[in-house]
């Protein structure tokens, strides 16, 4: 779950409420069509479908890692082709709950404390990440508005804080930046690609 909210900047909410038939594969199997509301159709215009692309060779691939996951359901329990695609488990079998976004969280932290690397991550904070990531990638910010749900661009970038990520503030204590310093670098302005393509 975590591999999807980072490429797809959906809220923790959105994610519990895929259900697994409402999950297609790309006709030549190069990623995967979702719809979190149950009942809408494509041919409506619905907002709430999104696509999700292979990452062919990549080890943080969001569609390979869904796949292993359906794969660990079925080894646990054969009758998980229906419901909610991420289920409880109780500790006996998979149940068709929907998880909340804080059992997500504990979950999240959980596995984070085992491979000692947790320092007060959420489930949203994994979603300011891709579109951290989107944005300094080069990425417009309107388009990654638009994915995230974001109306206006002083929430975006509430939930950026590019400045922030950019370690400028704690690295530079003795240099005064003017607001339009911040706001260049908050919205990453005449930054280029260090190793452009040839």
């Not at 594969?25 to 509301?37: A, E, I, Q």
Request: some cysteine; hydrophobic content about 40%; charged content about 20%.
């Amino acid at each position: 779950m975590v591999l999807l909210q980072f490429h797809t900047l959906k809220r923790p909410s959105e994610l519990a409420s895929i259900r697994m038939e409402s999950i297609i594969s790309f006709p030549d199997k190069s990623g995967m069509l979702f719809n979190f509301l149950w009942g809408k159709t494509l041919r409506a215009g619905d907002c709430h479908v999104f696509g999700v692309r292979r990452l062919v060779g990549s080890p943080v691939c969001p569609i390979q890692a869904l796949e292993r996951y359906v794969h660990f359901l079925q080894y646990l329990d054969n009758n998980c082709d229906a419901g909610f695609i991420f289920k409880r488990y109780n500790g006996i079998h998979v149940t068709n709950v929907r998880l909340s976004t804080a059992q997500m969280t504990s979950d999240l932290r959980f596995w984070l404390h085992r491979s000692n690397v947790f320092s007060d991550q959420t489930m949203f904070g994994v979603r300011a990440a891709g579109a951290i990531t989107l944005m300094i990638e080069g990425r417009d910010l309107q388009r990654v508005m638009g994915r995230a749900y974001w109306r206006t661009e002083r929430i975006a970038h509430h939930y950026l804080k590019i400045y922030e990520v950019l370690g400028l503030s704690s690295q530079t204590d003795n240099v005064i930046f003017s607001v339009q310093d911040y706001d260049e670098l908050n919205s990453l302005r005449n930054f280029v690609s260090a190793f452009p393509k040839r």
